[in-house]
């Protein structure tokens, strides 16, 4: 089993649609959780941290179970400029972080 | 401006010739990280470093070396033993190990 898992995608949406990424994770004692977005050929970016309780920045939600060892990330009103491949991230304790391999989003107008 | 950058944007090379990919930072951070993406596929840890004078081995450290002599600075070094050089490579660093990450701008390396 993979050790972070995400449906590659792509997800092909229209403007202003909501839009659920899943991505699961296969070692219970993960502790640290985020999102990144990476834009095509360039570096990632720290899009959120995902906490137990969950969390919401703007249009940006995270939720974590850690029970199911499920993190999702919902993007609500999508804008064009939100097309881009989403990363999920997970801390095995004491080591480095464990990327997925993304899922992609494409909007269009 | 805080941040990591890396040098240079592009790397073209021939094969059999060793080449030092450049990554500082500016963030004061102690953990620095060297990855590996190739198209379509998710980023593979080379090597990190947690202090300086001491680094570890990743997924995929065969045919790459690196060294930590300073806090901001942790070259790669991409040898000609490495059968598959051509990749996009990036280098992070973070607070701590297994804090959020800050990536540079990677570096497109050629091998031809």
């Known amino acids: 089993r993979k050790e972070v898992e995400q449906d590659p995608g792509p997800f092909n949406v229209p403007e202003g649609a909501t839009v659920a990424f899943n991505c699961t994770y296969s070692?219970?004692?993960?502790?640290?959780f985020f999102w990144y977005r990476q834009d095509c050929r360039k570096e990632p970016k720290l899009l959120m941290s995902v906490y137990s309780s969950g969390n919401e920045d703007g249009r940006f939600t995270a939720q974590l179970n850690r029970a199911s060892q499920y993190i999702s990330l919902l993007i609500r009103d999508s804008k064009l400029s939100d097309s881009a491949t989403y990363l999920c991230?997970?801390?095995?304790?004491?080591?480095?972080?464990?990327f997925g391999k993304g899922t992609t989003l494409s909007v269009s107008s | 401006d805080g941040g990591i950058t890396q040098s240079p944007k592009y790397l073209f090379r021939k094969e059999g010739q060793n080449v030092t990919l450049s990554c500082e930072q500016n963030l004061n951070h102690d953990a620095m990280y060297w990855y590996r993406q190739d198209p379509g596929q998710g980023l593979r840890l080379i090597y990190y470093s947690q202090i300086v004078n001491d680094f570890q081995k990743g997924d995929i450290a065969e045919g790459y070396s690196v060294s930590r002599e300073k806090k901001e600075s942790f070259p790669l070094t991409v040898t000609s033993a490495q059968k598959n050089p051509t990749a996009f490579y990036l280098c992070a660093s973070s607070n701590r190990q297994g804090y959020e990450q800050y990536f540079g701008p990677g570096t497109r390396l050629t091998v031809t």
């Open positions: 070692n219970s004692a993960s502790q640290s």
């Open positions: 991230v997970v801390n095995q304790a004491g080591t480095a972080l464990i």
